[in-house]
């Protein structure tokens, strides 16, 4: 082989195609069994060369070429696949069937509810989840149901939370919950095809909807701001609402936090999950919901149990929001789909072609 066609893809391959170029999403798989690649905040460093030319860290990371039809195959078998929302058997408003929970949580608290139910059934022994508050996020490896609680909230910056899977497979957890955006349900999907890093522990996932993430000059932007002690964040369509401590409440227009986007959130295809057991979002209508998406056998069996069990409330989507949603996700992925670096993304061209000339219709 003639060295100049040498393709380092391992964490010379990660550096080069991936950190450099900005598309890093921060999720943390590859973060944990080697020791060149560290986690620095919400940074993500090889610290050291390594010219592995077939890493387990590259072909994690959800910015390497990505086989979505297989990785379907391989959740979902032969389902319907929906090419705008993704495959998927039923939509829901839902919610926490406990004020507690619902008081705790972003929205309508379905995605602590469904974990700690998770929990409590033995489907999962422990969880990985993003603790903290908005102005100093962190990964947590979860193995009690008050750990689970204590999460609640969404942070809006990218949480390493997938840097801790390593460590729950050393503390001896045999089925891990993972609860991530879709950059990271991506990862999880393909970490579960991998042996060596005992990928097949990842017991369910729980995607959240997710268009974009900050990076961490959200803190300082806090602290300027004078916003640091913030106890919860929300972005509605129309502002930013920070609740402070007191229980005030303050609004800055979207344009203020807009150039904290991270880059790789502009080349992300995936904004609902979409390889998530069940993915989990707003309602853009009723803070106290959730919009919630049931995808994969295992997702629909933990739905109708939770709702069954009085764990969750669910009502029909309504008629009149999907093509809200739907056009929503649409324009997302056909910009996407548009951009030169929009490469990792493999899926075939006939699926393009039809995503496009589609238009986002049923
Ligand atoms: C960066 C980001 C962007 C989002 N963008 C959208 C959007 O555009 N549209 C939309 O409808 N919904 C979006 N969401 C999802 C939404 O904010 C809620 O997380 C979701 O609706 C679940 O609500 P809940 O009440 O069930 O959550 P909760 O019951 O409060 O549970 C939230 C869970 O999310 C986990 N979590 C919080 N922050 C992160 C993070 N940064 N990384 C990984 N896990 C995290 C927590 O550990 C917790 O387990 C986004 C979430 C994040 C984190
Ligand atoms: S695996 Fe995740 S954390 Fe690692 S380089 Fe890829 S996107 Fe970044
Ligand atoms: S927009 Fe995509 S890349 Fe960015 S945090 Fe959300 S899922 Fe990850």
């Not at 932007?221 to 129309?238: A, H, T, V, Y």
Request: charged letters at 20%; a neutral charge; glycine letters at 10%.
């Amino acid at each position: 082989m003639e060295i100049s066609k040498v393709e380092y893809n391992g964490a010379a391959g990660l550096q080069k195609k991936v950190l450099e170029r900005r598309l890093c999403t921060v999720c943390g798989a590859c973060v944990g069994y080697c020791p060149y690649i560290k986690t620095f905040g919400e940074q993500v460093a090889v610290i050291h060369d390594c010219n592995i030319c077939d890493g387990v860290c590259y072909r994690l990371c959800p910015r390497s070429f990505t086989d979505y039809e297989g990785l379907r195959q391989s959740v979902f078998g032969a389902e319907d696949f929906d090419p705008v929302l993704g495959t998927h058997t039923s939509l829901y408003f839902a919610r926490a069937e406990s004020e507690k929970i619902r008081a705790q949580g972003q929205y309508g608290g379905v995605v602590t509810a469904l974990s700690l139910f998770a929990m409590q059934q033995g489907l999962i022994d422990s969880a990985l989840m993003a603790g903290g508050g908005p102005s100093g996020a962190r990964p947590f490896l979860c193995s009690t149901s008050q750990d689970i609680f204590e999460m609640a909230g969404s942070k809006y910056t990218a949480v390493p939370t997938l840097s801790l899977f390593q460590e729950a497979v050393k503390n001896g957890f045999q089925r891990v919950g993972i609860v991530g955006r879709p950059c990271q349900v991506t990862a999880s999907r393909k970490m579960q095809q991998v042996k060596e890093i005992s990928g097949q522990n990842i017991a369910l996932v729980i995607g959240l909807f997710c268009f974009w993430s900050l990076s961490a000059e959200l803190y300082s932007f806090l602290q300027e701001k004078g916003l640091s002690n913030c106890s919860r964040m929300d972005i509605p369509r129309d502002g930013v609402n920070f609740l402070q401590e007191d229980g005030s409440q303050i609004t800055l227009p979207l344009e203020e936090i807009r150039p904290l986007i991270k880059d790789t959130c502009l080349a992300c295809y995936d904004p609902l999950s979409e390889l998530a057991d069940v993915s989990v979002g707003s309602t853009e209508q009723y803070p106290g919901w959730n919009t919630l998406v049931v995808r994969s056998n295992r997702g629909r069996q933990l739905v109708a149990d939770a709702n069954k069990a009085g764990i969750i409330e669910l009502q029909p989507y309504p008629h009149d929001r999907l093509p809200v949603l739907r056009r929503a996700v649409f324009q997302k992925k056909k910009r996407v789909l548009e951009r030169p670096d929009s490469t990792y993304i493999g899926i075939p061209d006939w699926e393009k072609e039809s995503f496009i000339k589609g238009g986002g219709e049923e």
